[in-house]
């Protein structure tokens, strides 16, 4: 199948570029259930979630967030930003305002908007209760944090140093689509990057870029990729600055 050996070649060339030629970055591959705690410490078990709510006429379900973003690119309405940060009230007091239809029957007959954990639960060992519930990792970071010291040690690394790994994530997305832009299992090619403090946005920029080049040095055109930066209304608590590589798919820029 061509598109595995694709998918394949892409990988071997970012583990090259990322990890075997790069002075300053190690690999790892670390495992996919992990000690639920991992989860509560990372805020993914409180906070992991998407706002959802259902039509009451039809019964389907959408994320509020997209059921405006959608409404807002149909209609032509400029919104400043993204829904991301917006709060619950701010979406259900847009969605009333413009009277906002479910895309599947028409009607404007929504319920309150609730949080929905995207995580995918199991269950350790023969019983199913609560003590032995584990989760499928919903990204690659965790495992790379918790390891962070027994790979220090091992390979001997002093600040600054990534590191990097390629591995399956899993969330229960409640609106998958656009074929496989957004799927419930995906795999991704991370790296973490550890540095001194007051260095940090320097060496953000430096892999800002590193990471541009790359892309482009892959065949991507450059007029069908852009880098956009995140406003501060967008950014998570965690973050002094995220950037997200865009790509003009075919079915727009995402």
């Known amino acids: ?9 892409v990988k071997r060339a970012w583990w090259k570029k990322f990890v075997q030629a790069n002075p300053y970055n190690v690999g790892v591959d670390c495992a ?3 000690n639920p705690q991992t989860w509560v410490a990372s805020g993914h078990l409180g906070g992991f979630s998407d706002p959802l709510m259902d039509c009451k006429e039809c019964h389907e379900r959408f994320r509020a ?3 405006i973003e959608d409404f807002c690119e149909e209609k032509g309405i400029a919104l400043e930003g993204t829904v991301d940060g917006w709060s619950q ?3 259900m007091q847009f969605i009333e305002e413009h009277q906002i239809p479910c895309p599947t ?3 404007h007959n929504f319920t309150d908007i609730r949080q929905f954990n995207l995580m995918f639960k199991t269950f350790q060992g023969v019983t199913e209760d609560a003590k032995n519930t584990v989760y499928l990792r919903p990204e690659t970071a965790q495992g790379i944090f918790v390891n962070f010291k027994n790979v ?8 600054p140093f990534g590191i ?3 591995g399956k994530s899993f969330r229960n997305e409640i ?3 656009n074929f496989t832009f957004r799927t419930r299992e995906f795999e991704q090619m991370e790296l973490e990057f550890f540095c001194a403090p007051g260095t940090d946005m320097e060496w953000f920029q430096y892999w800002r870029g590193f990471c541009r080049d790359w892309l482009l040095s892959l065949g991507m055109k450059e007029e069908e990729m852009r880098l956009r930066d995140h406003s501060p209304e967008e950014l998570c608590f965690y973050s002094k600055g995220t950037t997200d590589i865009e790509f003009l798919f075919p079915f727009g820029w995402g």
Request: with cysteine; charged share 30%; hydrophobic share 30%.
């Open 1 to 9: 199948n061509l598109g595995v050996e694709l998918k394949n070649n």
């Open 32 to 34: 996919i259930l992990m």
């Open 65 to 67: 967030d997209k059921l």
């Open 89 to 91: 009230e701010q979406m």
């Open 105 to 107: 029957c028409g009607k």
């Open 152 to 159: 220090q040690r091992t390979s001997r690394k002093k600040l």
């Open 164 to 166: 990097a790994q390629i």
């Open 175 to 177: 609106t998958p689509g």
